[in-house]
């Protein structure tokens, strides 16, 4: 039934298509390396050269310029720091296409020339949104886990999973290559790493095959600044932040670029005390007459700071052959000082005991990655080849102690419990990767390419039973892990346009070996499994005014080391955390169309059925009175959602765009022994407005709201958050001056119940999302005329449509 309405729902939307063609003149502007130039006044004119009319190409180097080709007699091309160049349109091929045009650079002096184009906030792509994040006044003094947070169709949950368009199973890239982490450890460098060290996020809902095909719900590419600008350039930014604990944050970044080479480098200092006070009240039921309430409540602080750093160069061996190297990392110091209080009930809600808990920890996290890359072009603009090679190292050490009070229902202590762990793990990563990208003059473009991946893992955790002096090993609990994946992987893709229609068709290949063997129980696993994962993008764009899309791709969704890994990480006596090596991957057919009216209405509706889905879950054990948090893999979940977006600028120097996601979730399968059978409606609202006024003057305020809704086992209460903020240029524009207040009414923390087989749990988390936060940013050097080099070697984008 859900896909007999998915299929009507397409089915009208593909109907509207009948709409009269009009003439379209295209192109790709590239300068002398072969690399995209954007900003290019491209304009047409006729007889007398009367102007017609004209347009500026996108961030490709490409344009479309809808207009009647009878009236044109030729176009004209201008950009500053480069030679006009004015072409004759007689004797254009039967699709109306310029194909590709080169600029040359002029002679002229460039030292006074500046460009200072503005980028919106929200920039719709053909298969991608992109968040310009600069463009944000609220991202001043952010971290990146934030800035996520405000991103159209994003939402992050409470222990850092990161959703897009309401589905987990998402693939996060920094530059394109993907974070070997648990979604606690990304949630964490993700909270260290600065907005203001990121240029863009990029969200693709249906990836191409050039992507790797990890990550059902799609892909979220954040991407590192750089500036590429000729001369000596660079930026400095500082912020300092208040909520019931304070952050503050700093940086700079240094950048250096001839007719030789591209030299860069950035170091960004974060630190932060994040806070959450947890009220859980759970049910245990050991009988009819012998039921107990534990009623919780559990104070944690983690002050945490970190450098994070990022160093590289390009290196011009010729017009048209690049080789590049960057070096980036962070090292990380988090430290836990919590306490936490059990009150527990009999049936007939008298108190009968408890226990107190004091939690200790220190963590030290650091990581090291390692790229070279080489790219060419070939003669005559017919495409071009890269290659590129990672290393990457995670190593996590860290010290954990709880100290257990219990006490009886006088208040009076009865005993005492002290359990202390030690973990200690790395992780190796190593790929290495090849494209070839073919363009063809009547038979469009064909992209090849090939990627193996291996990748390492070591995980030691020793619990030990604190008795005086003394630290007496538990074996009960202690574990050693290791891991191995290899992934191998080739895809193709064809791109073909035709008058008004793009299409797009790729296949890619994937062979998956991993082993896990738990080192003192001699327990192991091995798997081998072979994939594949087509992939449709067809585009129809009638005239200016109307873009209609439809795209579907087959994905999957492997589970991490972390997530196999059995180990147990406790929270306190009675919950706990525990990896299930059984877990197996999920894959997921994905299906979108859209539409898009003149730029200011944007609707996209999706279909995706995910086999063998991997939620959380709670596993209550009523004997021990104990609960762990658990990954497992359900039958079937099935999504069924529609994204509406609303651009409005009722007046000049304001813009307001409205985001409405409703979706449909079906859960189906068995969870513990107990049958699910889950569906329900849901939607988010988004709101973010900006205005601009005097003299470099500019505000911004952010809405969100999301009603109660169910996902998997868990029902979430409504919550919702109003940030507002205020940016003054300074110094020629060169300077930002910023104060943001983030969740001003204190409304976006999360609460909710779970209901289901023996579980009955209520819960709220309050955190510190409040924050005044002061930022100051300066701009630095030589800003001029760039050539719009880009590299696209090891990123897990390549020239895509």
């Given at each position: 039934?859900?896909k007999?309405?998915?299929a009507?729902?397409v089915?009208?939307?593909w109907?509207?298509?009948?709409?009269a063609?009009?003439?379209?003149?295209?192109?790709?502007?590239?300068?002398?390396?072969s690399?995209?130039l954007?900003?290019v006044?491209?304009?047409a004119?006729?007889?007398?050269?009367k102007?017609?009319?004209?347009?500026?190409?996108?961030?490709n180097?490409?344009f479309?310029l809808?207009?009647?080709?009878?009236?044109?007699?030729y176009?004209?091309?201008?950009?500053?720091?480069y030679?006009?160049?004015q072409i004759d349109?007689s004797g254009?091929?039967?699709?109306n296409?310029?194909?590709i045009?080169?600029l040359v650079a002029?002679n002229?002096n460039?030292?006074?020339?500046?460009?200072?184009?503005?980028?919106?906030?929200?920039?719709?792509?053909?298969?991608?949104?992109?968040?310009n994040?600069?463009?944000s006044?609220?991202?001043?003094?952010?971290?990146?886990?934030?800035?996520?947070?405000?991103a159209p169709?994003v939402f992050?949950d409470?222990?850092?999973s990161?959703?897009?368009k309401?589905r987990?199973g998402?693939?996060?890239?920094?530059?394109?290559?993907?974070?070997?982490?648990?979604?606690g450890d990304l949630?964490?460098?993700?909270?260290?790493?600065?907005?203001?060290?990121?240029q863009?996020?990029e969200?693709?809902?249906?990836?191409?095959?050039?992507f790797?095909?990890?990550?059902?719900?799609?892909v979220?590419?954040?991407?590192?600044?750089?500036n590429?600008s000729?001369g000596?350039?660079?930026s400095v930014?500082a912020?300092?932040?208040?909520?019931?604990?304070?952050?503050y944050?700093?940086?700079?970044?240094i950048n250096?670029r001839?007719n030789?080479?591209?030299l860069?480098?950035?170091?960004?200092?974060?630190?932060?005390?994040s806070?959450?006070h947890?009220?859980t009240?759970?049910?245990?039921?050991e009988?009819?007459?012998?039921?107990q309430?534990y009623?919780?409540q559990a104070?944690?602080i983690?002050?945490?700071g970190?450098f994070?750093?990022n160093?590289?160069?390009?290196?011009?061996i010729?017009k048209?052959?690049?080789a590049?190297?960057?070096?980036?990392?962070?090292?990380?110091?988090?430290k836990q000082?919590g306490?936490?209080?059990t009150?527990i009930?009999?049936s007939?809600q008298?108190?009968t005991?408890?226990?107190?808990?004091?939690?200790?920890?220190?963590?030290k996290r650091s990581d090291?990655a390692?790229?070279v890359?080489?790219r060419?072009?070939?003669?005559?603009?017919k495409?071009?080849?890269s290659?590129?090679v990672?290393?990457a190292?995670?190593?996590?050490?860290?010290?954990q102690?709880?100290?257990?009070y219990f006490?009886?229902s006088?208040?009076?202590?009865?005993?005492e419990?002290f359990l202390?762990?030690y973990?200690?793990?790395?992780?190796?990563l190593?790929?290495?990767?090849s494209d070839?990208?073919?363009?063809?003059?009547?038979?469009?473009?064909?992209?090849?390419g090939?990627k193996?991946?291996?990748?390492k893992n070591?995980?030691v955790?020793d619990?030990y039973?604190?008795?005086?002096?003394?630290?007496?090993?538990?074996s009960n609990?202690?574990?050693?892990?290791?891991y191995?994946?290899?992934i191998?992987?080739?895809?193709s893709n064809?791109?073909?346009?035709?008058k008004k229609?793009?299409?797009?068709f790729?296949l890619?290949?994937e062979?998956?070996n991993?082993?896990g063997?738990?080192?003192l129980?001699?327990?192991?696993?091995?798997?081998h499994?072979f994939?594949l994962f087509?992939?449709?993008?067809?585009?129809y764009k009638?005239?200016?005014?109307?873009?209609?899309?439809?795209?579907s791709g087959?994905?999957?969704n492997r589970?991490?080391y972390?997530q196999?890994?059995?180990?147990?990480v406790?929270?306190?006596?009675?919950?706990y955390?525990?990896?299930?090596?059984d877990?197996?991957p999920?894959?997921?057919?994905n299906?979108e169309g859209?539409?898009?009216?003149?730029r200011?209405?944007?609707i996209?509706l999706?279909?995706?059925?995910t086999?063998?889905?991997?939620i959380?879950v709670l596993i209550?054990?009523?004997?021990?009175?104990?609960?762990?948090?658990?990954?497992?893999?359900?039958g079937n979940?099935?999504?069924l959602?529609i994204d509406?977006s609303?651009t409005?600028?009722?007046f000049?120097?304001?813009s307001?765009?409205?985001?409405?996601s409703?979706?449909y979730?079906?859960?189906?399968?068995e969870?513990?022994?107990f049958r699910?059978n889950e569906?329900?409606?849901a939607?988010?609202i988004?709101?973010?407005?900006?205005?601009s006024f005097?003299?470099?003057w500019?505000?911004?305020m952010?809405?969100?709201?999301q009603?109660?809704y169910?996902?998997g086992?868990?029902?979430?209460?409504?919550r919702?958050?109003?940030?507002l903020g205020?940016q003054?240029?300074?110094?020629d524009s060169n300077?930002?001056i910023?104060l943001?207040?983030?969740?001003?009414?204190k409304?976006?923390y999360p609460s909710g119940?779970?209901n289901?087989g023996?579980?009955?749990?209520?819960?709220?988390s309050v955190r510190?999302?409040?924050?005044?936060t002061?930022?100051?940013?300066?701009?630095?050097?030589s800003d001029?005329?760039?050539s719009?080099s880009?590299?696209t070697?090891?990123?897990?984008?390549?020239?895509?449509?």
């Open positions: 039934m859900l007999n309405k998915f009507l729902i089915s009208f939307l109907f509207n298509m009948s709409i063609q009009e003439n379209d003149l295209k192109g790709l502007v590239v300068d002398e390396r690399n995209p954007p900003y006044n491209v304009v004119y006729g007889d007398n050269n102007l017609l009319n004209g347009v500026i190409t996108d961030d180097g490409q479309e809808n207009i009647d080709l009878s009236s044109v007699r176009i004209k091309l201008t950009f500053i720091g030679e006009d160049r349109i254009l091929n039967s699709d296409n310029l194909g045009i080169t002029s002229e460039l030292d006074e020339v500046t460009i200072t184009a503005k980028k919106p906030l929200i920039e719709r792509k053909i298969d991608r949104l992109i968040v994040v600069d463009q006044i609220l991202s001043a003094g952010s971290n990146t886990l934030q800035v996520l947070e405000r169709g992050v409470t222990d850092g990161i959703t897009l309401g987990n998402v693939n996060v890239l920094i530059n394109g290559r993907p974070q070997r982490m648990s979604s949630s964490n460098y993700l909270n260290t790493l600065p907005a203001s060290a990121i863009k996020i969200l693709i809902s249906n990836p191409s095959s050039a790797d095909a990890e990550g059902t719900a799609g979220i590419n954040i991407v590192l600044k750089r590429e000729y000596t350039n660079g930014n912020s300092y932040g208040q909520g019931k604990y304070n952050t944050a700093s940086g700079v970044s250096n001839n030789i080479s591209s860069y480098a950035g170091i960004n200092y974060n630190f932060r005390q806070y959450n947890l009220f009240d759970r049910n245990y039921n009988g009819q007459n012998n039921a309430l009623n919780q104070k944690s983690y002050p945490t970190g994070l750093y160093v590289g160069g390009d290196f011009y010729s048209k052959t690049t590049g190297v960057n070096i980036s990392g962070n090292n990380t110091h988090t000082d306490n936490g209080s009150l009930y009999d007939q008298n108190n005991g408890g226990f107190d808990t004091k939690t200790t920890a220190d963590g090291i390692l790229n890359n080489l060419t072009s070939f003669n005559e603009d495409g071009d080849f290659a590129d990672d290393y190292k995670y190593k996590n050490k860290n010290t102690l709880f100290e257990t006490f009886d006088g208040g009076l202590q009865t005993d419990e202390k762990a973990s200690d793990g790395w992780l190796k190593f790929s290495v990767k070839l990208n073919l363009q063809t003059q009547n038979s469009g473009k064909f992209s090849f090939a193996s991946s291996f990748v070591d995980n955790l619990y039973d604190v008795e005086g002096n003394q630290e007496i090993p538990n609990f202690s574990n050693h892990f290791k191995k994946e290899n191998n992987a080739l895809y064809w791109n073909y346009e035709y229609w793009l299409f797009q790729g890619r290949a062979q998956t991993i082993e063997i738990q080192i129980t001699s327990e192991s696993f091995v798997d499994y994939q087509p992939s449709l993008f067809l585009q009638p005239n200016d005014n109307y873009t209609f899309g439809f795209s087959r994905r999957i589970p991490n972390f196999l890994n059995p180990f147990r406790y929270v306190d006596k009675s919950t955390r525990e990896g299930n090596p877990l197996k999920e894959i997921g057919l299906f859209s539409l898009s009216y003149k200011w209405l944007e996209s999706s279909y995706s059925n086999k063998d889905n991997i959380p209550q054990d009523d004997q021990t009175m104990t609960t762990a948090v658990q990954l497992v893999n359900i979940y099935n999504y959602g509406t609303i409005l600028k009722p000049k120097d304001f307001s765009r409205w985001n409405l409703l979706f979730n079906e859960f189906l399968g969870v513990t022994g699910l569906k329900g409606t939607f988010r988004r709101s973010n407005n900006t205005y005097g003299k470099g500019s505000t911004e952010s809405f969100f709201y009603p109660k169910t996902y086992i868990t029902a979430f209460d409504p919702w958050k109003l940030d205020l003054k240029e300074v110094f300077g930002k910023s943001t207040l983030t969740d001003m009414f409304k976006y119940s779970t289901f023996n579980i009955n749990e209520n819960f709220i510190d999302t409040r924050v005044l002061f930022a100051f940013s300066y701009n630095f050097g001029k005329v760039k719009a880009k590299r070697g090891a990123q897990e984008e390549k020239n895509r449509v």
